[in-house]
């Protein structure tokens, strides 16, 4: 079925113009009001010297990058930026390697596997808030679950929330734990469309499982890798919940990162500090997209050779 | 055409990580608001900070009468304590205020100073019968921006039956020094000390002052060797085991039940967990929080206030007003506070409630004591002290610093 040029109810030139305008409207709009107008906000309230007073009468002076330096000077950056990269980056190892592992697993087809899958699903399911408080609650110093365990095996008890040097260690297993399912998904789904012959081929050819893993299986799954990497990272960055319901970012600010130190700064207190707060998020929202380019960098040179 | 296809993926994907990102970090923007207002002029709008309240219970059916008898609708929306200061903030710069809004008294300076709130000259509310020392939470530069509508404070208490298996009488309790010997005796009996909350919020804070006024020291000066004293007495509770480590993460409520458990001798905790005392299977007792060298600390007051927001549309002071009145009339009062477990604001529904529950005396005795936490002209400067404070309690209490070290730093930063 071809169409020809002059077909009736196809408008020429300019009016097709106009058509294809309003057709991006509506996109244009959404991303206006609800992307590009609170970042317009974000950005804008990083800027100014805010108190309780002029954030409710809308006059509050233009400071420049004085918020900016404020945070840069808080001794609490050096911390929660440390945690922040830490924090991401072993979820993210964690969650990637124990996804893959399961993916492969699962790709087995045995008997239940379906069925084993979808529990694996259930932490993603849950609600943070159910997940986080559980968490919170098995990993408590005097009556939580996971203590009683180590005792039973003669292990003294940890102070998993409220030591410094374990809170992070909480919220990052716990952290693993929720993205795990994540990246089984993705990763399994991937691991549908590499075609059955080519590990038939390499079983001919006397490959092991452990090089079919290597030679076929990882480096056809880079693509797929690569987004589930570069999504992870994303969601990972700005994880606030778990922290804030288990540590609040405590104790002695031992498990804050940027995502809790900006809602510590523009909500935490009763005198909000919204200019820094705003300015701790913008730092965030500029990182996320900072590896946004890297991986469209990647993936084009990975596109031209 | 192949690169432009690049282009527009790269817009595409860079959108995409944008939007992400925003979407945790623009909730300091301001378009977080709930829209409340302005739909129906014969509606009035009620913030409270009791979310455990549906509506089916006393509190929400009191409201509506106070709404049928003022004529109005009433449409009530509750909001997480923590929550409700910033959310009222964010709807006054909205110009979208709640016609009466139901605060903790520590944020009414806040909101005061934001512009928020409206004067008791404005709006004509008559705050005569309240407590001069509740009162004051909500009074600065000499205006008063609403009235309490109960309060409540902290005390300790304690489980008979530990402390009488542990042989320690409760009235032997006078200080700091025979508080810890009672502690050591439980913990040698092999039940466990005491439990208090020392979280890194405003609770955290709210537990740690009774300990802080009872060593003498002041808010302005929170390193002085007093305040230093205080935080040494509970980091050397949790060090001997006589409190748990957990406190460093409870809040009230987590701290309740682990008193409720029945381990603990002692509990440091408010009013509001009477009602739960009387459910929890054993007998307790209360006692008034001791200062350091004996005589009763003083406790800080908590409690709401119902404030009148700023409207752009004044003539509606004037139903908000017998609203107001409504809910702290004598009578409702009464209920409200009993249905709260607080203690009334006025000395006629306290002697009232007293009489009704003789058990009540020592929490009447010791609101009358309490101080507020913006009192002593602290106004707004207080938030930032008590934030300073909480970490320093916290970092003193996980070792991460040493008392006297956390609270120089905490001083330090206040300035």
Redesign the interface.
Known sequence: MSHSRSQPGVPPGEARGRAAWAFLTPVTLY?ALF?A???Y??VD?SLRDY???S????DAPFTGLANYRTVFDDPTFAPALLHTVVFTAVCLVFQYVIGLALAVFFNQHFRLSVTLRALFLVPWLLPLIVSASTW?WML????GIINAALHAIGVDPV?W????SWSLTSVIIANIWIGVPFNLVVLYSGLQSIPASLYEAAAIDGANAWQRFWRITFPLLRPVSAITL?LGL??T??V?DIIWIM????????SSTF?TW??QL???????A?GP??AV??L??VA??V???V??RVQ?KQ?LS | MNSFS?QR??TA??????????S????????GGTGTNAADSGTYTIWDPYPQFDKSSDWAKLLDDCGTEAGVKIKRTAFDTSDL??KA?LA??QDNSADILIVDN??VS??A????LTTTDDNKLDTSKADPNLLAAGQSGGKTYGTPIGANTLALYYNKEVLKEAGVDADSVKDWTSLTAALEKVKKAGKKGITFSA????EGSFQFLPWFWGSGAKLTELDSAEAVSALSLWKNWLDKGYA???V??NTQTTSWQ?FA?GDYAFAENGTWQLANAEKAGFDYGVLPIPGADGGNASAPTGGEFVTIPVQGDTGRYATSQRLVTCLTSTENLYDTDTTLSYVAPTSEVQDKQVAANAELKPWVDAVKAAKGRTSDDLG?K???I??QMW?AV??A?????SPKDALTAAQSAVK
């Open positions: 991303l992307y107008y609170p970042l906000r974000n309230l108190t309780v007073r954030f409710v009468q809308g919170s408590n110093s005097e009556s102070n929330l409220t030591s410094p570069l994303v969601y960055l700005k606030f540590t609040k970012g405590g104790p002695a600010d031992s995502a900006s809602y523009g909500f935490g207190n009763l005198v909000p919204f707060g705003a998020g913008n965030l929202v996320a997209l590896f946004g380019l991986y469209l084009r596109a | 690049r993926r790269l994907a860079a959108m995409t990580a944008l939007a992400v990102a925003t945790a970090t623009a909730c300091g923007s301001g378009s200061s910033n903030l006054a710069q520590p944020v806040t909101l100073e934001a512009g928020v979280i890194g919020t405003e748990p480590n957990s460093i993460n682990e458990s707004t207080y938030p930032k008590s934030e970490k916290q970092s209490l996980s070792g991460s610093n």
